[in-house]
């Protein structure tokens, strides 16, 4: 997969599984400076119209050893100087185990490889859980969960009660 093809299937994604939220995606979008005085150049821009909310996203797609590994530190610095959210978004194998190590424990980055379905599933958790925190769609990472109880019909109450106990 090429890089431009991976920026498209992100933003296809997006589109796909939000768009009934009001989001709009918008594709190298050109805002502002770089940390070092360029035109800065967005791969996508997802806009919440009923919000007047947006974020920012970089893709990085490595299948192969190559010079991506030498972007990601920058393009992890530039998108912090954003004045909104932005945030890596990355696939692929041929990145470094330095590279993965450092995109793993960014808090700017997320891993998302969304399949030809573009269902949301474990390889777009990352990237979903962003959107949520971003444009506060919480039911996202909520979906198959029940508030917590201490009603006494409930698991939980046996299973504290249960531990008051011993």
Wanted: glycine share 6%; net charge negative.
């Amino acid at each position: 997969m090429q890089a431009r093809e991976y920026q498209k299937r992100i933003a296809s994604y997006i589109l796909y599984n939000f768009e009934n939220r009001g989001i709009k995606v918008y594709l190298e979008v050109e805002l502002g400076k770089t940390i070092i005085g360029k035109n800065r150049r967005i791969d996508i821009f997802v806009f919440n119209e009923p919000l007047n909310q947006a974020l920012a996203l970089e893709c990085k797609y490595q299948d192969t050893g190559g010079t991506a590994d030498e972007k990601i530190p920058y393009t992890l610095q530039d998108l912090e100087a954003l004045h909104f959210p932005g945030f890596l978004v990355y696939a692929g194998e041929g990145f470094s185990k330095g590279i993965i190590h450092l995109l793993e424990g960014s808090s700017q980055a997320a891993y998302c490889l969304p399949d030809a379905s573009f269902n949301q599933n474990s390889h777009t958790r990352e990237l979903d859980s962003i959107l949520a925190a971003v444009f506060d769609w919480w039911d996202l990472v909520l979906w198959d969960k029940k508030p917590f109880s201490l009603e006494p019909d409930s698991a939980q109450f046996s299973l504290f009660d249960n531990q008051n106990r011993s």
